[in-house]
């Protein structure tokens, strides 16, 4: 269902984009996926502007903290996941071969968060609801749709994300996807596993899918507004998708879905 009013436990429920340029960036997302763009008026907030899709958050852009830049990162997409008790989650992120970059904190009255690695250092965030539950709409076009983890170690991440997040594991068996392995909690999947793609030394990272009406003429408006095309358009069981980039070389991917799937 597109609307969503609560997550269970271990389901990817956010994203937010890092940027150097946040009015480019706010511009460049509200141009491709028709976002109304909320920056947040506390100051305590920094610039953290929320993209709503039909009166609901989908996603978020945020100015990239300059300790990041000053590190060398790139500006970048950051997945989140729903946990019942975040408080919980260091010693079982550890204890699965984990790293802990940022310890829970409260993030004023809309939920508690920490942010972590696998043991491939592929980095995610993890949610606890508070007032914000995350996307409150999803699988149509211009909402989050699906989310792939690329990693060198396929069976490494399926016992960790198993053993951290509860998340289960099937080896794919589909004839036009490249997945190694899908994740899902429940009945319901929610993920895929995929070999690292990208020039040489790329790191494992998770990638957010967004939907669209039209993949090809998504990309062509894409390239118009300064972003790049990485991969794409392709045919898969699912429907068409691309990988792409926004003016910052933050990577993300769209999904024109078969038709009977998503909402």
């Known amino acids: 269902m597109p609307v969503r009013e609560s997550y269970a436990h271990g389901t990817p429920s956010w994203c937010d984009v890092s940027s150097r340029d946040l009015e480019g960036s706010k511009a460049f997302y509200g141009a491709i996926f028709g976002w109304e763009m909320r920056t947040a008026p506390e100051p ?127 080896m794919s068996e589909s004839g036009t996807s490249a997945a190694l392995a899908i994740f899902g909690v429940g009945d319901t999947e929610l993920a895929s596993v995929l070999p690292i793609m990208g020039p040489e030394g790329t790191p494992p990272h998770w990638l957010p899918y967004f939907g669209v009406e039209d993949c090809a003429a998504t990309l062509a408006r894409i390239n118009e507004l300064g972003g790049q095309v990485h991969m794409g358009p392709m045919d898969i069981d699912q429907g068409r998708i691309a990988v792409v980039a926004d003016p910052e070389g933050a990577a993300f991917a769209l999904i024109e879905l078969a038709p009977g799937l998503g909402a």
């Open 44 to 170: 305590e907030a920094g610039g953290y502007t929320m993209a709503v899709l039909e009166g609901r958050s989908a996603a978020a852009v945020t100015p990239q903290p300059q300790e990041q830049i000053d590190m060398g990162i790139p500006p970048h997409w950051t997945m989140y996941f729903t946990v019942d008790d975040v408080d919980a989650m260091p010693a079982k992120i550890e204890a699965a071969g984990g790293s802990v970059m940022a310890r829970p904190f409260d993030v004023m009255t809309a939920g508690r968060m920490m942010v972590a690695t696998d043991p491939e250092g592929a980095v995610f965030c993890l949610w606890q609801a508070g007032e914000n539950i995350g996307a409150e709409i999803v699988n149509q076009p211009g909402a989050l749709t699906w989310s792939e983890l690329y990693t060198a170690d396929h069976e490494q991440a399926a016992a960790f994300y198993g053993d951290a997040l509860g998340m289960a594991t099937r």
